[in-house]
């Protein structure tokens, strides 16, 4: 690949690739911004009136990723967060980290709720219990959420008082459907509502998506007729076209991995507990994934019309 | 001629600025009609007049026989309607009287969401049979005066507002507005016949309000009103028969519970020096007044939640932008590639610059114009209308259109002025 | 060394009518044949029969043996057989103009042998030394020619296929070509030489004429 080549595949891949991390960092903000104003809650969210107990065994067969908040007796406002693959929630936090699958007696609390020190850690009690606090609510320590506290303490699953918020996607069709609208009904108190980002959001991650994935496979067809000479070139001094192709997408792939470094390096840098260096790479593994397969099929659609054909 | 040779050998790149192109001022348009979104939501519930320190007026009669007992006095209710009036005709600050107490509506036409007990701790009541057989459900219902609605700048998306001062429950009428949820249940002009505490009211529906109208409440600053019932107060709380007085004894109690909205310059000492003149004026004791920091908190953590929602989304959008523009560059410099041995063969048999350069903004506007076509398909599938967002639509084409011709015509002057530069030694 | 066996071919016109190209056409390039020109009228095959020589084009009926063997028409296999035993100059020279002299010499390289130093080898062999840091779009007619032929020899093929490789050149540049063959040749190397031009068949050892899809020899 030479020099221009590199700089063209590159600076293109790096260009879609930092577009690409903006989306996802700009997805997990906003999921955020709207957790933070909906009191942690997903717009789709549902609340449910009954007993506590077949509540959440009913909510908890909706799929590992659902999320049943509890409220907890007493005047704070704790919440015991039950779910079992927490991956998909982006919580707004201004330090820490948030749950992990499985893990039991932590705790996420806002900037204004007082925590034990104990050995350099610090602890939430609650009801006699001890919780280490692995994490801070809220975009900032001035936050709707200063005054709450989230547990994982399956536990404590059923030690609810008030309704239980169910929240998942397609929350309120999956529950009615499989056990009826006895005391279920829609939240009703998020901040979103006020304008119309809920629609805006998804419609701007689509159109931004769809403007990546043409430039990633535009880029990959640009590599694919800047580099169609050498293919050609080689293939006349009797090199198989395969092993060329392979060669190429490795050179592909290293450009692709130094273009990926500028954000993937903002992100680790950045220490911001809502943006992961492994989410970045994973959205810019798909933009070098776009780039490799569009470039393969440009230089397979490419290729003289053979006669062995 | 020429223009067909181009598009069929570079249709693809052409295809994919113009596609390009195409998202981008439809993602500009999004965002403009976001951002007009959140100018609106902005002003209407935090505009700087709103930005006010709150107080909440509660009655000190929290013992039911001593509550019992004070409404048997129409001296006290008499005393204690002219302390809401005294405070209700401030001006130093806003008396916001809003209180939330469901209203049993007869044969209504509703589904379960504007059931009283919907989403709340409680159940979903649904419809039943009152005591004189009639078919009644316990539907969602918000009373307030006019402090409250302008404050909160509750406003109609249809009919008009009550009339605040020909506002008098003694007739057994009253006009009430609905949430906008209520649109295609009830209609403006609609009666709907319930309860208002211990009297059967006829509530004439006057307006439906706009869609989000929300408040303040019990310090919940998102307290939305679409599936509410609005009745409003009376202007005043000044007389009333004397068979009604179980009815205003509840009545003005629910009134005098209030939140204060007090301008920022006013200290805690001055409002209570005002509340301690209203109750000397009216004989009203049995009050007290705490202070809701509460408020000013979630408004501006609220206000800021949906600017940063608006900085985040504008961010996104110029990082957009500025993508698609240069991806715009490395698709021109691929594209001179490709035609540069043809504008080369044309200069050298004697064709100006400006011919080379109107030859291939041909094909350009040919592209402009798939652009703008995918721009508008792209716009009429939205449903939402926003002129701003239009314009900014507009705009971004434009600047494309003018960076994208005057970069091309760059490339293919340098081009030009090198080959000459070669040619000339 | 190389033998063509009744090798007929039909292609397809731009009107759409199949033309016999090639009809149960002979060839061998013997042992101790150092250079064959190929002449021809314009489309009469010469620069097809120079594909299928070099394993390029396998959509042929008939046999093509080389040192006995027959040469594979499959795409890959007939990728390692050019790759083994074929060098190649196309009329347009096909270098990688972005890239210097050495780069392209250095393509030709076969696997096991030191890359530069080969390369440098060859650019000495055609008369190219110290251009090896020059930009091939910097070069002449002439010197382009050269580095594709330096490009072929890289390999050390067994024959050196060249189509028109003067075509484009002046007479003096042309005979400077030649005169490059003529000393390849004393070295031991061997062309097929596809050629409309008189001066360059006289150069070579033998001449065959294509007309009506088959090779005649003239003297």
């Known amino acids: 690949m030479s020099g221009r080549t590199v700089a063209i595949v590159g600076g293109l891949t790096l260009l879609f690739m930092l577009l690409a991390s903006a989306l996802s960092v700009y997805n997990t903000q906003q999921e955020a911004i709207t957790l933070e104003g909906n009191k942690l809650y997903s717009t789709a969210s549902i609340r449910v009136t009954g007993d506590p107990r077949e509540i959440v065994r009913k909510a908890r067969t909706l799929g590992p990723e659902t999320r049943i908040y509890v409220q907890l007796p007493g005047e704070a406002r704790v919440r015991n967060l039950l779910v079992d693959d927490p991956t998909g929630l982006n919580l707004p936090l201004h330090e820490g980290r948030p749950f992990r699958a499985g893990e039991e007696k932590a705790a996420i609390v806002g900037a204004a709720i007082p925590v034990v020190d104990r050995d350099g850690r610090e602890y939430f009690e609650y009801d006699g219990e001890i919780y280490e606090v692995i994490g801070r609510l809220g975009a900032g320590p001035d936050s709707l959420l200063a005054a709450d506290v989230l547990l994982s303490d399956p536990a404590r699953a059923f030690d609810g008082s008030g309704p239980i918020v169910v929240d998942r996607v397609d929350a309120y069709a999956r529950y009615v459907e499989n056990f009826g609208s006895q005391g279920v009904a829609r939240m009703n108190e998020d901040t979103n509502r006020r304008t119309n980002i809920d629609f805006v959001s998804p419609l701007l991650l689509g159109l931004g998506t769809a403007i990546v994935t043409a430039g990633a496979v535009f880029t990959g067809m640009l590599a694919a007729s800047l580099l169609q000479r050498r293919h050609h070139v080689l293939h006349l001094l009797g090199h198989r076209r395969l092993p060329v192709q392979a060669r190429s997408v490795g050179q592909l792939g290293l450009v692709a991995v130094m273009a990926g470094l500028p954000a993937f390096a903002a992100a680790v840098l950045a220490g911001d507990p809502m943006v992961s260096g492994a989410s970045v790479l994973g959205v810019e593994a798909l933009v070098a994934s776009a780039v490799v397969v569009s470039f393969l099929t440009a230089a397979h659609l490419r290729r003289p019309v053979a006669p062995w054909s | 001629m020429e223009l067909v040779f181009d598009l069929r050998r570079n249709w693809l790149i052409l295809t994919c600025k113009a596609l390009a192109w195409a998202l981008l001022a439809v993602t500009v348009f999004n965002i403009a009609s976001f951002a007009q979104s959140t100018d609106t939501a902005i002003n209407r519930s935090f505009s700087a007049e709103a930005e006010t320190n709150m107080y909440q007026l509660v009655d000190r009669l929290a013992d039911p026989e001593d509550f019992y007992e004070f409404r048997q006095s129409r001296t006290n209710l008499e005393q204690l309607g002219a302390f809401y009036d005294e405070l209700n005709e401030a001006d130093e600050f806003d008396l916001l009287s809003v209180f939330d107490q469901p209203v049993p509506v007869r044969d209504f036409r509703g589904n379960e969401t504007f059931d009283a007990g919907y989403g709340t701790e409680g159940s979903v009541g649904g419809p039943y049979t009152d005591e004189v057989g009639r078919r009644v459900q316990d539907v969602k219902a918000v009373q307030l005066n006019q402090k409250a609605f302008d404050f909160y700048r509750l406003a109609v998306s249809e009919g008009t507002p009550p009339d605040w001062g020909d506002v008098d429950y003694s007739d057994g009428a009253v006009p009430v507005l609905l949430g906008s949820s209520y649109a295609g249940v009830y209609e403006v002009g609609d009666v709907i016949d319930g309860n208002f505490y211990t009297l059967p009211m006829r509530m004439q529906v006057t307006g439906i309000l706009e869609e989000e109208a929300s408040l303040y409440y019990q310090g919940e600053m998102n307290f939305y009103l679409d599936h509410h019932l609005l009745i409003p107060y009376p202007p005043s709380a000044e007389q009333f028969a004397a068979q009604d007085q179980v009815f205003y004894g509840i009545l003005y109690f629910a009134m005098v519970n209030a939140d204060i909205a007090v301008p920022r310059g006013l200290s805690t000492d001055q409002v209570l020096g005002e509340l301690a003149e209203a109750s000397d004026h009216s004989g009203f004791e049995h009050y007290a007044v705490a202070n809701l920091p509460d408020y000013l908190l979630q408004f501006s953590l609220v206000k800021s939640i949906i600017q940063d929602n608006l900085a985040l989304v504008q961010g996104i959008g110029v990082l957009l932008c500025l993508g698609v523009l240069v991806a715009s560059g490395f698709a021109n410099a691929q594209l001179l590639r490709r035609r540069q041995a043809k504008a080369l063969a044309f200069w050298r048999l004697g064709y100006s610059r400006g011919a080379i350069r109107r030859m291939l903004l041909l094909t350009a506007l040919v592209q402009y114009a798939a652009a703008a076509a995918g721009t508008a398909v792209g716009l009429s599938l939205l449903p939402q209308a926003s002129p701003a967002g239009l314009w900014s639509a507009a705009g971004v084409l434009v600047l494309l259109v003018s960076v994208d011709a005057a970069h091309e015509s760059h490339l293919l002057r340098r081009l030009i002025d090198h080959t000459s530069g070669r040619m000339g030694t | ?219």
Not at chain 3, 20 to 27: G, P, T
Not at chain 3, 96 to 116: F, I, K, Q, S, Y
Not at chain 3, 133 to 148: D, F, I, M, N
Not at chain 3, 191 to 211: Q, W
């Open chain 3, 1 to 219: 060394m190389l033998q063509l066996d009744s090798l007929s071919k039909t292609v397809r016109e731009p009107n759409g009518q199949q033309r016999r190209l090639f009809d149960a056409l002979h060839m061998t390039m013997a042992d101790d044949d150092r250079s064959i020109a190929i002449l021809g009228r314009s489309g009469s095959g010469k620069s097809t029969l120079l594909r299928i020589l070099a394993g390029l084009d396998g959509a042929y009926t008939g046999s093509y043996f080389h040192a006995g063997e027959l040469v594979p028409q499959r795409e890959q296999a007939s990728a390692d057989f050019r790759m083994r035993h074929i060098g190649y100059v196309t009329q347009s020279y096909d270098l990688l103009e972005d890239r210097n002299v050495l780069h392209n010499v250095r393509l030709g390289v076969g696997p096991g042998e030191d890359a530069e130093e080969r390369a440098s080898e060859c650019l000495a062999a055609v008369q190219l030394e110290g251009f090896e840091r020059k930009p091939v779009r910097h070069l002449s007619g002439g010197e382009a020619q050269r580095v594709a032929i330096a490009r072929a020899l890289a390999k050390r093929p067994d024959v050196v296929l060249a189509d028109e490789p003067t075509g484009a050149l002046d007479e003096r540049t042309e005979r400077s070509i030649l005169d490059l063959f003529a000393e390849l040749q004393r070295q031991g190397r061997r062309f097929i030489i596809a050629t409309h031009s008189e001066t360059v068949a006289r150069a070579c050892d033998r001449r065959l004429v294509l007309a009506d899809g088959r090779l005649v020899e003239r003297g």
